[in-house]
């Protein structure tokens, strides 16, 4: 019976250790949803060479996820000299102004779409931030 089992656990470490970790399959290339429900899911990063400003974008059927980092400003109300608003575009027409890090931009028709997100300072005035990104909408569920 020992040797059974020390044969057992010698075969299942062996086999275990064989196998590669797979990639995660979500690491900046799209989505493919399942093809009844026709719904655009995509995930992107949207980096520049400066770490100042930082975006992460989901798009999930009419929605879009946008996740913003901001090195030298904030979100929060504790340090209002450094306090951040996202100014959001699509197709260069204003939307909505953000004063948090995270949001969801709903109801974005479908088709292709350039958003653009600029930072402003707590006066309302341009930091110079800005980044600029393009989603496809291909239908709502």
């Known amino acids: 019976m020992r040797k059974l089992i020390v044969i057992l656990t010698v075969l299942m470490a062996a086999s275990g250790c064989g196998k590669k970790i797979p990639e995660p399959e979500n690491s900046g290339v799209a989505l ?5 429900l026709k719904a655009a899911t995509t995930v992107s990063s949207v980096r520049n060479s400066d770490e100042d400003f930082r975006v ?3 798009v999930k059927g009419n929605s879009v996820y946008v996740e913003c980092y901001l090195k030298n400003y904030v979100f929060s109300e504790t340090n209002s000299e450094q306090l951040a608003t996202v100014s959001v575009f699509i197709d260069n027409q204003k939307k909505v102004d953000m004063r948090t890090a995270a949001f969801i931009l709903k109801d974005v028709p ?4 350039k958003i653009k997100l600029e930072i402003l300072n707590d006066s309302g005035e341009k930091t110079g931030l800005q980044k ?7 239908s709502s569920i």
């Open 56 to 58: 992460k974008t989901f």
């Open 132 to 138: 600029e990104f393009e989603v496809h909408i291909t």
């Open 110 to 113: 479908n088709g292709m779409h």
């Open 32 to 36: 493919q949803g399942e093809p009844s």
